[in-house]
């Protein structure tokens, strides 16, 4: 059982930047971030795997970074924010990537990420 929790989450205007974390407190191959929007499904945002090889939603292509330090702890780099990234967003993580939520195992319970026009 891996337990993940996130934080970094809040309030931003247009064009800000959030760094958002995720604490595993075991190893896994892949990790990723997904989010989920009032009224839409759960999408995939990026993941990586425990190498450093990573992808990326076209949507957030160029805008985001996915990052992770000693295989564990997990990052995103949120800049140029739209108001259509607004949504909580889920640390999540298992042993084959990919940006389908039925790929991993364990999700963290999300942190909230809001812009505003």
């Known amino acids: 059982q891996v337990h993940l929790v996130e934080s970094g989450g809040g309030s931003v205007q247009t064009g800000g930047s959030l760094r958002l974390s995720c604490a595993a407190s075991?190893?896994?191959?892949?990790m990723g971030w997904f989010r989920q929007a009032p009224g839409k499904e759960r999408e995939g945002v990026a993941d990586i795997t425990a190498y450093g090889t990573t992808n990326y939603a076209d949507s957030v292509k160029g805008r985001f970074t996915i990052s992770r330090d000693n295989a564990k702890n997990l990052y995103l780099q949120m800049n140029s924010l739209k108001p259509e990234d607004t949504a909580m967003y889920y640390c999540a993580a298992g042993r084959v990537c990919g940006l389908m939520s039925s790929r991993y195992n364990y999700w963290g319970q999300g942190t909230q990420v809001t812009v505003s026009s």
């Open positions: 075991g190893y896994t191959y892949c």
